[in-house]
């Protein structure tokens, strides 16, 4: 492929979390196969660091993301009037750069699908996300995907399983994620030091934004009945409000001020040695209470070694192999879930043998070269040279 081929990206948050993560594998994709991308972002970020190493050009541009805090009256003049001005902006970037596709990372970037059909460009569009209501926005995107998208990407089979009876025409790609593993492999832990922890002390962990569907409270509660019977046992949470969800991170606060654990749950914030983080675990959870795509923090869990306990929800009963790698549990259901930590808790080997297998099984099944290989073959196949 020739250099000359400029593609533009866009992207809905700029955070170092999940979609930013795999944006940017997505980028070194295209760049070795010798396009050159351009990257919009919502809003700054984490994510503009990375692209600097990567000497990718990035502007900053509200893209009018659908977010639910926008879903009223005016909420919706105040997207629409970003829709126009964002599809605007895109107009005179192609004329600097004369894009010839469109690649829009999650569903909450709608102007990217608008403005490639208005211009008779091919739109590629990379499905994070399981939405079920409100009924009305599902229809709309579903239709959205269908006017804009042939071949949309899908995380996970329970992506696809949602979106693809909603199209007629479009026809969903299942591409797992994949991440460079390296990193959480040799990855010493730190955590227990820094927090004037025992190195006897048993660490559970879970990691993501904060925001309705992660289940913090949910791990609160498992948090407070685990340290009844558990001694020796410390919470820790990892992450940061998710933009307009500031008032949930003083829910939490509160919560655990009412439960009386503030000496068993340390909450650390955004943190960028997740491979560090990851490492002091004894038992990462992840207790969505909505359904979560494919979530990469898993990956992240699994090839540190670390067993997981996590809600059977979305593309985590794709990842972790119950009983073998960790345990699923069902959303909400605190004893289920306070059985499953303990049992890992109270038996070092099995949390051993779990660990391994969980790596074992992201490092031949989720590997980075697999992702790679299918998106290059996607690319390919879908942004042939006229």
């Known amino acids: ?74 909420g919706g003049i105040n997207r629409f009037t970003r829709l126009v001005r964002a599809y605007f902006f895109l107009s005179r970037l192609h004329k600097t750069h004369s894009f010839e596709a469109v690649y829009s990372n999650t569903l909450a970037v709608v102007i990217g699908a608008i403005w490639a059909k208005r211009h008779g460009l091919p739109h590629l569009w990379h499905i994070h996300e ?16 269908d006017w804009s998208t042939p071949y949309p990407i899908a995380v996970s089979q329970a992506v696809a399983k949602q979106w693809q009876p909603l199209l007629r025409k479009s026809t969903i790609e299942v591409i797992h994620n994949g991440i460079p593993y390296q990193a959480y492999k040799k990855a010493s832990p730190t955590l227990k030091k820094e927090l004037g922890l025992s190195v006897d002390t048993l660490l559970v962990g879970m990691v993501g934004r904060i925001n309705p569907g992660k289940g913090q409270i949910f791990f609160l509660e498992m948090a407070q009945k685990l340290s009844l019977t558990l001694p020796s046992a410390h919470f820790v949470l990892v992450g940061d409000p998710f933009a307009g969800y500031d008032t949930l991170l003083d829910e939490i606060k509160a919560q655990i001020n009412s439960l009386g654990i503030e000496q068993r749950v340390s909450y650390l914030g955004f943190r960028k040695d997740i491979p560090e983080v990851m490492a002091s675990l004894d038992v990462f959870v992840l207790p969505s209470i909505a359904p979560d795509s494919f979530p990469t923090v898993l990956l992240e869990a699994m090839a540190s070694k670390k067993p997981v306990v996590a809600t059977r929800s979305g593309g985590a009963s794709e990842l972790v192999e119950e009983g073998h790698t960790g345990f699923l549990i069902p959303i909400g259901a605190v004893e289920e879930g306070v059985m499953a930590i303990e049992k890992l808790l109270t038996n070092p080997s099995l949390r051993t043998s779990f660990g391994q297998a969980g790596q074992d099984r992201v490092l031949k099944h989720f590997s980075l070269k697999t992702f790679e290989e299918k998106l290059r073959n996607h690319a390919w196949q879908h942004l042939k040279k006229n």
């Open 1 to 74: 492929m020739s250099t000359e081929r400029n593609i533009l990206f866009l992207q809905s948050s700029s955070e170092g979390y999940g979609s930013s993560k795999i944006l940017i594998q997505v980028l070194l994709v295209y760049q070795a196969l010798g396009f050159r991308p351009t990257v919009v972002l919502t809003i700054k970020g984490e994510l503009e660091e990375s692209l600097n190493l990567l000497h990718i050009p990035y502007h900053i541009k509200n893209l009018g993301i659908l977010r639910r805090k926008y879903f009223h009256p005016l």
């Open 130 to 145: 399981i939405l079920e209501k409100p009924t009305l926005l599902v229809k709309g995107l579903s239709r959205l995907v």
